[in-house]
């Protein structure tokens, strides 16, 4: 990929030369690379678990449904955990 140009506003060049003077960052390509990589990382971690919700939701459903009243499976819940403790 070639060279990239962005234009950023002043409150954003006065934050970025602020990280800059924090002297993690070589520059401020360095700073938006690592930006862009962290960003890579998160987007990652979503698609993990959007996918195990998926998955979760999907073994649910095929349990089928049950026909307990929910305040009584509640109680049942409740007394269980109480008598686990």
């Known amino acids: 990929m070639g060279e990239m140009s962005f ?3 002043p409150e954003l060049r006065r ?3 602020v990280r800059l003077a924090e002297g993690r960052y070589a520059d401020a390509a360095d700073y938006v690379r690592d930006l862009v990589r962290r960003d890579q990382d998160q987007a990652s971690e ?3 678990d959007t996918a195990r919700v998926r998955q979760l939701i999907e073994e649910g ?3 089928g449904l049950s026909d307990d009243d929910p305040f009584e499976l509640i109680d049942r819940l ?4 109480r008598s686990e403790a």
């Open 7 to 9: 234009d950023f506003p």
């Open 15 to 17: 934050w970025i030369e």
């Open 46 to 48: 979503w698609e993990e």
């Open 61 to 63: 459903e095929a349990s």
């Open 78 to 81: 409740i007394a269980r955990n």
